[in-house]
Structure formats: structure tokens, C-alpha cells
């Protein structure tokens, strides 16, 4: 089963929706509640970076037999430095994002923390792919 939520670019009105739609969908499947607090983590942490770092994107929500994936795909601008990117505590995010109370540096390394596997591909210039997965 396979659930798609668009995410605009720089829209703080609409950021959120996609996790708090995949928090529903997983709450009406009767997903139990300690996978579906790690996914709602997962999925607010790649919704918000799509929001805030690229030019929009989506996330995909797969639901298998003991198996979630959880999938956040943009239109770019890519990641240089991906071993950066996945320290606590780096952040490229502006000072306008930071007065929001984001751009802590901890949303990758809280979306691997979460996971049971993390994968995560991008080139400068590219798109941004992470693919997360939870055991049910
Ligand atoms: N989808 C993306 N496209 C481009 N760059 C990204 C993307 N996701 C993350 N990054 C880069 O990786 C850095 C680290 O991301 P991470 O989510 O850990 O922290 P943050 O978004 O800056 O702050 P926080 O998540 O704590 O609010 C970002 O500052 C940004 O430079
Ligand atoms: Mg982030």
C-alpha cells in the first residue's frame, strides 16, 4: 500500500501536513504506537528539511506485511557534503529559518536515530533521496 503527500517549498502554512497526514494513515491501520511515534519523528524531520532546504518535494509511505518505508524524495538542490550533513549540530539554514526555531542540526541524525535502516543519496546539484525504514 502506497501513500504519497506533496510538500511545498518555503509554505510554513502548510509544513506539517505531510507527517500529520502519515501519522493518520499509519493511527487507521492500527500501526502500534511506539512505530508510529518513531515515523512521525521520521517523516516531520524529512518533510520540514524538504520544506525548508529544497525546492519542494514528496514523501512516500509503504506499508508491507512487517515493513514501513518511509520516503522523502526532492527536486533538488542536492546535499555536497552528505558525512556534514549527518553531524549533530550542522545546519546551513538561514537566519529567517532559525528565528522559527529550526535549523538545529538534528533532524538527519534524529531521522537515523529513529530508523531501523537509513539510506540516504544526493549529489550537488541533484536531488535528495532518504529512504527510512521501520520493522513492524
Ligand atoms: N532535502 C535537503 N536538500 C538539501 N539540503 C538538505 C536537505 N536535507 C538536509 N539538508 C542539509 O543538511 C543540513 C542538516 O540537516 P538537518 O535536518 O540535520 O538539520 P537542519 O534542517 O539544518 O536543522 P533541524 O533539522 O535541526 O531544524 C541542512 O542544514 C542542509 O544544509
Ligand atoms: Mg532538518
Same mark, same amino acid.
Given at each position: 500500500?502506497?501513500? +504519497?503527500?506533496?510538500?511545498?517549498?518555503?509554505?510554513?502554512?502548510?509544513?506539517?501536513?505531510?507527517?500529520? *497526514?502519515?501519522?493518520?494513515?499509519?493511527?487507521? &491501520?492500527?500501526? $502500534?504506537?511506539?512505530?508510529?511515534?518513531?515515523?512521525?519523528?521520521?517523516?516531520?524531520?524529512?518533510?520540514?528539511?524538504?520544506?525548508?532546504?529544497? +525546492?519542494?518535494?514528496?514523501?512516500?509511505?509503504?506499508?508491507?506485511?512487517?515493513?514501513?518505508?518511509?520516503?522523502? &524524495? $526532492?527536486?533538488?538542490?542536492?546535499?555536497?557534503?552528505?558525512? &556534514?550533513?549527518?553531524?549533530?549540530?550542522?545546519?546551513?539554514?538561514?537566519?529567517?529559518?532559525? +528565528?522559527?526555531?529550526?535549523?538545529?542540526?538534528?533532524? &538527519?541524525? *534524529?531521522?537515523?536515530?529513529?530508523? $531501523?535502516?537509513? $539510506?540516504?543519496?544526493? *549529489?550537488?546539484?541533484?536531488?535528495?533521496?532518504?529512504?527510512?525504514?521501520?520493522?513492524?
Amino acid at each position: 500500500m502506497r501513500f +504519497e503527500y506533496t510538500v511545498t517549498t518555503q509554505n510554513f502554512t502548510t509544513a506539517g501536513e505531510a507527517s500529520s *497526514n502519515t501519522k493518520k494513515t499509519l493511527k487507521l &491501520l492500527g500501526i $502500534d504506537s511506539k512505530i508510529i511515534r518513531k515515523a512521525s519523528i521520521m517523516a516531520y524531520e524529512a518533510e520540514m528539511n524538504i520544506a525548508i532546504h529544497s +525546492e519542494g518535494g514528496k514523501i512516500l509511505l509503504d506499508i508491507e506485511p512487517g515493513l514501513i518505508t518511509i520516503t522523502a &524524495l $526532492d527536486q533538488g538542490p542536492g546535499i555536497e557534503n552528505i558525512d &556534514l550533513a549527518m553531524k549533530e549540530g550542522y545546519s546551513t539554514a538561514p537566519h529567517e529559518i532559525r +528565528e522559527m526555531g529550526f535549523g538545529a542540526g538534528m533532524g &538527519l541524525p *534524529n531521522m537515523r536515530r529513529c530508523a $531501523d535502516t537509513f $539510506d540516504i543519496t544526493s *549529489n550537488p546539484g541533484g536531488k535528495t533521496c532518504v529512504v527510512m525504514t521501520l520493522t513492524i
